[in-house]
């Protein structure tokens, strides 16, 4: 088994952080390293982490709040695996993710993968929606639609080379993948719903969608240096996108058992 590095940025995170770190512990591909990238927290995250005597968990704390493309980064430049992968402290992992995930990288000698994944809801007890995501997708196709989730996404650093995020503000992992496929990296999906993505408070959601609108405009345009028109012509296919992910991940509600 290679070693697998798990980012895991966390700000004031103590109330899920043990059920997200719980989820990797528990998982049946065991070679991995857990960073988890403490963010100036305020609460018990850090000893809640620490709390956990296994030397494959592992705690970077942070002298000031830098938000969390750059709290992953640090994470990124610390990271010993072949493979990287991605968590936030929030979030959570079906048990056999690692293992279906790099097997399936490496019988196609992928250079990044991702998966589907449901959405829970903020006690984590019922899943109120999937996100089902396309076994191949290009460059240009990202661009319309930011389906990638992070809380899926494994990367073969070996074939890509060291990766650093954008400090975009939200949209600094969907800039990270279409980086990667600009490249002309090797990309596919695993149809398979291996996570959990914990959406938060319901009442915040337009200010988040306006705010992510903005970021990935900046991705367009700052980072991925589209000219106007270029932008102008993707960007209403990415809200259009958008408008479906929110009805698919707001759909039928089911207990988690």
Same mark, same amino acid.
């Given at each position: ?12 995170? =103590? ?17 991995f390293e857990l960073l988890v990238i403490d963010d100036c927290s305020q609460d018990q995250t850090v000893n809640l982490v620490r709390g956990y ?6 705690? #970077?704390?942070?002298? =000031? ?59 984590? =007890? ?10 191949? #997708? ?8 930011t389906i990638i989730g992070c809380l899926t996404v494994i990367i073969d650093i070996e074939k890509t080379g060291k990766i650093e995020m954008p ?64 932008s102008l012509i993707y960007f209403p296919c990415y809200v259009w996108n958008g408008f479906f992910k929110h009805l698919r991940t707001g759909g ?6």
């Open positions: 088994m290679v070693l697998v590095s798990i980012i895991m940025p966390a700000h004031n995170a =103590e109330e899920h952080i043990e059920s997200s770190i719980n989820s990797v512990m528990l998982q049946t591909y065991q070679n005597q296994d030397e494959r968990v592992k705690v #970077i704390e942070l002298k =000031e709040n830098v938000g969390v493309a750059a709290a992953r980064n640090q994470g990124l430049k610390q990271a010993l695996g072949k493979y990287v992968a991605f968590l936030d402290s929030d979030d959570l992992w079906k048990v056999d993710k690692l293992e279906k995930q790099i097997q399936f990288m490496e019988d196609r000698e992928l250079a990044l993968s991702y998966t589907a994944y449901e959405v829970i809801d903020a006690a984590g =007890e019922k899943v109120t929606g999937r996100v089902t995501i396309p076994e191949n #997708i290009s460059y240009r196709q990202l661009l319309k639609n400090n975009l503000g939200g949209a600094e992992d969907t800039a990270t993948w279409l980086s990667i496929l600009r490249e002309g990296h090797k990309v596919a999906g695993l149809t398979e719903s291996l996570a959990y993505y914990r959406k938060g408070n319901t009442s915040s959601l337009s200010n988040n969608k306006l705010h992510m609108a903005k970021q990935i405009w900046l991705v367009y345009r700052e980072n991925q240096k589209l000219s106007f028109l270029q039928s509600v089911k207990t988690i058992r």
